[in-house]
């Protein structure tokens, strides 16, 4: 029903930049936050930037002043600009969103793209 496809990972070295993108496709009625969450080799997956449909914005600790999120509403995509990288950014980097599928019943639900590799080198 829903689909989250991203692209945009690779392989740069630290202090470079990289832009990730995520587009939605499928059927549905809306989609409220969207966001970029990565998970890197035994650990925890984590939150690195949210946005809500409204544009209000959200960052990791660790990603403020470097990372950018952006989203285009009619196109259905998020955008995660990442700049002044460091090793420790190294991770799979996950697109999320929180849709809804019907006008009525249930609420929003979490969906994921497959993720993208960022890999960052010293």
């Known amino acids: 029903q829903v689909q989250l496809v991203e692209s945009g990972g690779g392989l740069v070295q630290a202090g470079g930049s990289l832009r990730l993108s995520c587009v939605a496709s499928?059927?549905?009625?809306?989609?409220?936050?969207m966001g970029w969450y990565r998970q890197a080799p035994g650990k925890q997956r984590e939150l690195v930037a949210s946005?809500?449909?409204?544009?209000?914005?959200k960052y990791a600790d660790s990603v403020k002043g470097r990372f950018t999120i952006s989203r285009e509403n009619a196109k259905i995509s998020v955008d995660l600009q990442m700049n002044s990288l460091k090793p420790e950014d190294t991770a799979v980097y996950y697109c999320?969103?929180?849709?809804?599928?019907?006008?009525?019943?249930?609420?929003?639900?979490?969906?994921w793209g497959q993720g993208t590799q960022v890999t960052v080198s010293s």
């Open positions: 499928g059927t549905f009625f809306s989609i409220n936050d």
């Open positions: 999320n969103a929180f849709v809804k599928i019907y006008s009525s019943g249930s609420g929003y639900s979490p969906y």
């Open positions: 946005i809500t449909s409204v544009g209000v914005t």
